[in-house]
């Protein structure tokens, strides 16, 4: 795990970034700082031409992120020509299109944002690892929540901003992981047929 030389990625991968978990009482601690990072990611890879993918969570009734609602809608706009790719899974690639649309464009690396650090960044992130993608993973680009003293095995709140720090060093040696303001983006390739 290590800022060292790596790919340009060709691919944004923005996860979840949702009102739910970024407005209001479900919202993570580190929202403000996750969207404008986010955001910045964003002007950088379409400024870059490179592909961006947004991923939606669709979880079941009475969620907070439950479809239709107004904490399931995505709090990033996508710009036109953006893929949005709804999930119920923490693994982004399972039942989307997502892996299918990384091939077609030929990308061989991949930058990974969003919502949850320990559940959906890092479980896609892992999932991007295994396919063969070289993965970058911009520091602040991503946010959890607190755990709580109650919901901590022994008894001791852990912040956010740890639960973080720990859900990038579980991807091991194989993922970059750069300030977002050091990642630089490469032009997508046009898909192929």
């Not at 490179?50 to 479809?67: C, K, T, Y």
């Not at 911009?138 to 001791?156: K, L, N």
Request: net charge negative; proline share 8%.
């Amino acid at each position: 795990m290590s800022a060292q030389a790596h790919e340009m990625p060709t691919a944004l991968v923005v996860i979840d970034m949702q009102r739910a978990f970024l407005e209001g009482d479900h919202a993570t601690h580190a929202r403000a700082g996750v969207q404008v990072t986010v955001r910045h990611l964003l002007a950088a890879a379409r400024t870059a031409e490179a592909l961006v993918i947004h991923l939606q969570n669709d979880d079941p009734a009475g969620a907070p992120d439950e479809p239709e609602t107004a904490g399931w809608e995505l709090a990033v706009s996508p710009a036109p020509g953006e893929a949005v790719l709804r999930k119920s899974r923490d693994d982004g690639f399972i039942d989307t299109d997502l892996g299918p649309m990384l091939d077609r464009h030929r990308v061989t690396s991949v930058a990974v944002a969003g919502l949850l650090s320990e559940m959906c960044v890092a479980t896609t992130a892992r999932s991007a690892m295994t396919r063969g993608l070289n993965v970058v993973l911009p520091r602040g680009a991503h946010g959890t929540y607190d755990i709580p003293e109650d919901d901590s095995p022994r008894g001791v709140p852990v912040s956010a901003l740890q639960v973080a720090r720990v859900a990038e060093s579980s991807l091991g040696d194989e993922v970059v992981i750069l300030p977002a303001e050091a990642v630089q983006f490469a032009p997508a390739t046009p898909p192929q047929s």
